[in-house]
């Protein structure tokens, strides 16, 4: 399974960016997806998940400003992300897991939210 990872940037606090992460390849394999985060000496953190019915999961620090989405059609989802912090300034990492085995890992791509 290949992911790749779209749409960080550069935005100010309050704004909103929305990342997207289209899966190719063996997509079967994929009980659901995901975005983490890793800012700058920091572990990388969950930010959202979704899986393949359609439950999404989130931590404390992002509900109600993120909505994780998907289009099986297009084996893509999104992250939407609104009311944007300074601390949300981090690498998203798109991530697909599997039913069984090594979950799969896109590139990552750098959201920069100015205060």
């Known amino acids: 399974v290949q992911l790749q990872a779209s749409g960080g940037g550069l935005v100010q606090a309050g704004e909103s960016l929305r990342l997207s992460c289209a899966a190719s390849?063996?997509?079967?394999?994929?009980?659901?997806m995901g975005w983490y985060r890793q800012a700058p000496g920091k572990e990388r953190e969950l930010v959202a998940f979704?899986?393949?019915?359609?439950?999404?999961n989130y931590p404390n620090s992002v509900k109600g400003r993120f909505t994780i989405s998907r289009d099986s059609s297009k084996n893509t989802v999104y992250l939407q992300m609104n009311s944007l912090k300074a601390e949300d300034t981090a690498v998203y990492y798109c991530?697909?897991?599997?039913?069984?085995?090594?979950?799969?890992w896109g590139k990552g791509t750098l959201v920069t939210v100015s205060s």
């Open positions: 979704i899986t393949n019915t359609g439950i999404t």
């Open positions: 991530y697909a897991a599997r039913y069984t085995g090594i979950d799969y």
């Open positions: 390849g063996s997509i079967f394999r994929i009980s659901g």
